[in-house]
């Protein structure tokens, strides 16, 4: 049988902090970025994480959790090389090295560091829903789709037109989208899932 936490509630200036967060980094990323940048798979996922701290809902934290946790630490290598050595070994934080966009913008970025410990944190207070991963394949299937309707190739948003920047691509482009749908939740989701679930067994909070 699962077990639970008794620890469900999670505190009130949490979940004020990340709304006035959020306040401030939507609005700075639309003017600077446009609004097709938060169907990056991490921009999107501040949008669910600000539903899962409100609803206090492990099942949207899980989804979150699966999704964000090695992209974000992925980031956070890139941009930890880039600035100890000036070298990006996997891509995608070149952004934050360019003077052309405000600093104040460009810090806001660092969310990257912070969500992924913020969704780690609420696994261990209100336990781990294994269904988080499957609501994740949903919405990555969406953001993959809606990704290719409305955004423009010169943006590259998740990767869609030049897999990792890799210049020519890697794949043919008819592939890319087909590929992504099924790698994502095969290669990057169900790992990630099933280290989670092992972690939250350790404490004895979980969610079947």
Not at 57 to 65: G, R, Y
Not at 131 to 152: D, M, N, P
Request: proline share 8%; with cysteine; charged share 10%.
């Amino acid at each position: 049988m699962a077990e639970v936490s008794n620890k469900r509630n999670l505190p009130l200036w949490l979940k004020v902090a990340f709304t006035a967060w959020l306040a401030v980094w939507v609005p700075a990323y639309w003017v600077e970025y446009g609004w097709q940048n938060f169907l990056w798979t991490c921009d999107a996922a501040n949008f669910v994480v600000l539903a899962a701290l409100w609803l206090e809902s492990p099942l949207l934290i899980a989804s979150q959790a699966v999704s964000v946790l090695v992209i974000s630490s992925l980031w956070v290598v890139d941009f930890g090389a880039a600035l100890l050595f000036g070298t990006h070994p996997i891509g995608g934080t070149e952004y934050m090295f360019d003077p052309a966009k405000p600093l104040a913008t460009r810090l806001l970025s660092l969310f990257h560091v912070v969500v992924p410990i913020l969704l780690l944190w609420c696994i261990r207070r209100m336990g781990y829903d294994r269904r988080g991963w499957r609501l994740q394949v949903a919405i990555i299937w969406l953001l993959l789709l809606a990704t290719h309707r409305w955004t423009e190739p010169a943006k590259n948003i998740n990767w869609q037109w030049l897999p990792f920047g890799i210049d020519p691509p890697i794949l043919p482009p008819a592939w890319i989208l087909p590929v992504s749908m099924l790698a994502m939740p095969v290669v990057l989701y169900l790992p990630t899932h099933a280290a989670l679930v092992a972690w939250s067994r350790k404490f004895g909070r979980y969610h079947e």
